[in-house]
């Protein structure tokens, strides 16, 4: 089933988030005041093999809960991450996807969160 296009909002021809134009970051990050993890019901699953390392989702995070992996692709930190999906509305490339908490998600040994298949 193929994806439906969606529309990008002036998105622009941002290749990476030094691209963008300037806006407002929050610096300061909520980060061990705020676990706010246990407050989803979904959660982001970054498809690497379709992930161009814009950092996009970084950029647009409210909770700072997207890292920076030593090979330079993101990764979501769930202790922190809400579940609020603006890394998936914000994903140029559409590679984030919004799944169900009780979907198990694993860490490869880069740190790759990646959604496993549940069981009929």
Excluded: Q
């Amino acid at each position: 089933m193929a994806k439906e296009k969606k529309e990008t909002r002036g998105r622009g021809d941002w290749k990476t988030y030094a691209d963008m134009p300037p806006g407002p970051i929050s610096m300061k990050s909520t980060r061990g005041v705020s676990l706010t993890g246990g407050w989803r019901t979904v959660k982001p699953v970054i498809h690497l093999d379709e992930c161009i390392k814009c950092m996009t989702c970084w950029k647009f995070c409210p909770d700072v809960s997207i890292v920076v992996r030593r090979d330079g692709y993101p990764r979501i930190d769930y202790v922190y991450c809400k579940g609020c999906g603006i890394c998936a509305n914000e994903c140029p490339k559409e590679c984030i996807e919004m799944v169900l908490e009780d979907v198990p998600v694993t860490e490869e040994p880069e740190g790759a969160a990646v959604a496993e298949e549940k069981e009929a």
